[in-house]
């Protein structure tokens, strides 16, 4: 196995994402070969967590076979050493080795740590811990030239950036922002080009960044202006989710084939594996939010959606749950920027509805006749229908679920129709009774049991309407 490869089980050991096979081979690979040990106790050397390399030299012994391995003859100096005395020495060997090295940023725990701003670069401006339990270090290629102090001012192309802990944000010369969700490993390429190794990343795009790329195992995603997810899973697995504007993505199966194909707002694309190409049905949108969210009270009721669209459509559109998320303006559909749900007047919306998981559809399934969606609930609740009042009630509604006899509004904001263009230019309004153009009637249905509830369509679609929306409020008592 080459040293890269061996290093990339190391991080994630270190980083505590390894999978018990991938273990294995790991302990294989120390128990028969002395230079893998090597690397080993040098990566772990440079490891902010694990700093102290008994930890290391116990993990090697505890390899069976590996008892008799005479330690290396520097830890007994090294663990009388104070921690800082450790890292700085770790960083001094470091700058004379070929091989990648690690150059550690810890956030404190009480408080985020300020900017690092980048002097010696035209790729990136700054890096920002975005959370207070943010771990991270650079992998620098190519500088063993260079003191630590220079290499701690510099990013240059080829230095990967690995994330164990937390949120980073990537703040780049043009104006992009790229988000890491820990665990990441994000490799610099140029100012306009990126590669994920591993993890997941939220992207912002200004206009000044278009044509920003990120590269993975099986794709380039080609930014055109927007803000977009990537996430790669360990064996190169590959989820792309557009938010707002529109991707490019370029990939190839596993029969070589070259395919492209363009993402717009709400669609999602996974290419396995072996690059083949599928729909995402869900998403769970927390998981690529930029912000501090606030951990959640309870276990979420919506558990899972999908639909019976066919597999061979070209619908790429997905359905985004939001776990304990209704409330004013909450955004309502993953395909419409600015349409959001509001009170119908200052009184604000039924104070049942207030912190519920609902579920973000697309406005666009309005339109399929046949549409069946199913809604997976994990627990007993009130399951609730938003239904826009412009639209005949259908059959299913009025069979399976009970009008409340309340409404609630619908702020459509400014919205991009394909066959008039550009439709209410006025910006969204803030709080309840804003700027509230389309009333939508409660509809609920009580579930006693945890279960999969099957919703139909609109029947009689038209284009100024809203599809219905989703929510579900657990059962205080049976």
């Given at each position: 196995?080459?040293?890269?490869?061996?290093?990339?089980?190391i991080y994630?050991?270190?980083?505590?994402?390894?999978?018990p096979?991938?273990n294995?081979?790991?302990?294989?690979?120390?128990?028969?070969?002395?230079?893998?040990?090597?690397?080993f106790?040098k990566c772990v050397?440079?490891?902010?967590e694990?700093?102290n390399?008994?930890?290391a030299?116990?993990?090697?012994?505890?390899?069976?076979?590996?008892?008799?391995?005479?330690?290396d003859?520097?830890l007994?100096?090294?663990?009388?050493?104070?921690g800082a005395?450790?890292i700085w020495?770790y960083?001094?060997?470091?700058?004379?080795v070929?091989i990648a090295?690690?150059l550690?940023r810890?956030t404190?725990?009480?408080?985020?740590?300020?900017?690092?701003v980048?002097t010696?670069?035209?790729?990136?401006?700054?890096i920002?811990?975005?959370?207070?339990?943010?771990?991270?270090y650079?992998?620098?290629?190519?500088q063993a030239?260079?003191?630590?102090?220079?290499?701690?001012?510099?990013f240059l192309?080829g230095?990967?950036?690995r994330?164990?802990?937390?949120?980073?944000?990537?703040?780049?010369t043009h104006?992009t922002?790229v988000?890491l969700?820990?665990p990441?490993?994000y490799?610099l390429i140029?100012?306009?080009k990126?590669r994920?190794?591993?993890?997941?990343?939220t992207?912002?795009?200004?206009?000044?960044?278009?044509?920003?790329s990120v590269?993975t195992?099986r794709a380039?995603?080609i930014?055109?202006?927007t803000?977009f997810?990537?996430?790669?899973?360990?064996d190169?697995?590959t989820?792309?989710?557009?938010?707002?504007?529109?991707?490019d993505?370029?990939?190839?199966?596993h029969?070589?084939n070259?395919?492209?194909?363009?993402?717009r707002m709400?669609e999602?694309?996974?290419l396995d594996a072996v690059?083949?190409?599928?729909?995402i049905?869900?998403?769970?949108?927390?998981?690529?939010?930029?912000?501090?969210?606030q951990p959640?009270?309870?276990?979420?009721v919506i558990?899972?959606?999908f639909?019976n669209i066919?597999?061979?459509?070209?619908v790429?559109n997905?359905?985004?749950?939001v776990?304990q998320?209704?409330?004013e303006d909450?955004?309502?559909?993953?395909?419409?920027?600015a349409?959001?749900w509001?009170?119908?007047?200052?009184?604000?919306?039924?104070p049942?509805l207030?912190?519920?998981d609902y579920?973000?559809t697309f406005?666009s399934?309005k339109?399929?006749?046949?549409?069946?969606i199913s809604?997976?609930?994990?627990a007993?609740?009130?399951?609730?229908i938003?239904?826009d009042?412009?639209l005949?009630t259908?059959?299913?509604?009025q069979k399976?679920f009970?009008d409340?006899g309340?409404?609630?509004g619908m702020d459509?904001?400014?919205?991009?129709s394909?066959?008039t263009?550009?439709?209410n230019?006025d910006?969204?309004?803030v709080?309840?009774?804003?700027s509230?153009?389309?009333?939508l009637?409660?509809w609920?249905?009580?579930?006693?049991?945890?279960s999969?509830?099957?919703?139909?369509?609109t029947?009689t679609?038209?284009?100024?309407?809203?599809?219905?929306?989703i929510?579900?409020?657990?059962?205080t008592?049976p």
């Amino acid at each position: 196995m080459d040293d890269t490869k061996l290093r990339l089980k190391i991080y994630r050991w270190l980083d505590g994402v390894i999978e018990p096979q991938e273990n294995s081979e790991l302990q294989a690979i120390l128990a028969s070969d002395a230079h893998a040990r090597d690397v080993f106790l040098k990566c772990v050397g440079l490891h902010a967590e694990l700093c102290n390399s008994a930890t290391a030299q116990n993990y090697l012994e505890s390899i069976q076979g590996l008892a008799s391995v005479p330690p290396d003859p520097s830890l007994s100096t090294r663990r009388e050493e104070n921690g800082a005395s450790r890292i700085w020495r770790y960083l001094a060997l470091a700058a004379t080795v070929v091989i990648a090295v690690g150059l550690w940023r810890v956030t404190a725990t009480s408080e985020l740590q300020t900017a690092v701003v980048v002097t010696d670069s035209e790729i990136l401006d700054t890096i920002k811990p975005l959370s207070t339990d943010c771990v991270w270090y650079v992998e620098q290629s190519g500088q063993a030239d260079k003191t630590v102090q220079e290499q701690a001012n510099s990013f240059l192309a080829g230095d990967v950036i690995r994330l164990s802990k937390g949120r980073l944000e990537l703040q780049y010369t043009h104006g992009t922002s790229v988000v890491l969700h820990a665990p990441a490993a994000y490799q610099l390429i140029t100012d306009m080009k990126s590669r994920v190794l591993l993890g997941r990343l939220t992207a912002t795009v200004p206009t000044e960044g278009i044509g920003f790329s990120v590269l993975t195992p099986r794709a380039t995603v080609i930014d055109l202006g927007t803000e977009f997810g990537v996430e790669v899973n360990d064996d190169g697995a590959t989820d792309v989710v557009v938010f707002n504007g529109e991707v490019d993505v370029d990939y190839n199966d596993h029969t070589n084939n070259h395919s492209a194909q363009r993402l717009r707002m709400g669609e999602a694309v996974r290419l396995d594996a072996v690059g083949t190409a599928s729909r995402i049905a869900q998403i769970d949108g927390q998981l690529y939010s930029k912000n501090n969210l606030q951990p959640p009270t309870r276990p979420a009721v919506i558990s899972g959606v999908f639909d019976n669209i066919a597999r061979d459509s070209t619908v790429l559109n997905y359905y985004e749950i939001v776990a304990q998320g209704m409330q004013e303006d909450a955004p309502a559909f993953v395909d419409r920027l600015a349409h959001q749900w509001n009170g119908i007047d200052s009184s604000g919306m039924p104070p049942y509805l207030v912190g519920a998981d609902y579920v973000k559809t697309f406005n666009s399934d309005k339109f399929h006749r046949n549409i069946g969606i199913s809604v997976v609930l994990s627990a007993p609740c009130d399951l609730y229908i938003l239904f826009d009042d412009r639209l005949p009630t259908p059959a299913w509604l009025q069979k399976e679920f009970q009008d409340t006899g309340d409404n609630i509004g619908m702020d459509t904001g400014p919205f991009h129709s394909p066959a008039t263009g550009w439709q209410n230019m006025d910006s969204a309004g803030v709080g309840p009774g804003e700027s509230v153009e389309d009333t939508l009637s409660v509809w609920v249905k009580k579930v006693s049991e945890p279960s999969t509830i099957l919703l139909g369509s609109t029947v009689t679609p038209q284009s100024h309407s809203n599809m219905y929306g989703i929510v579900a409020v657990p059962l205080t008592s049976p």
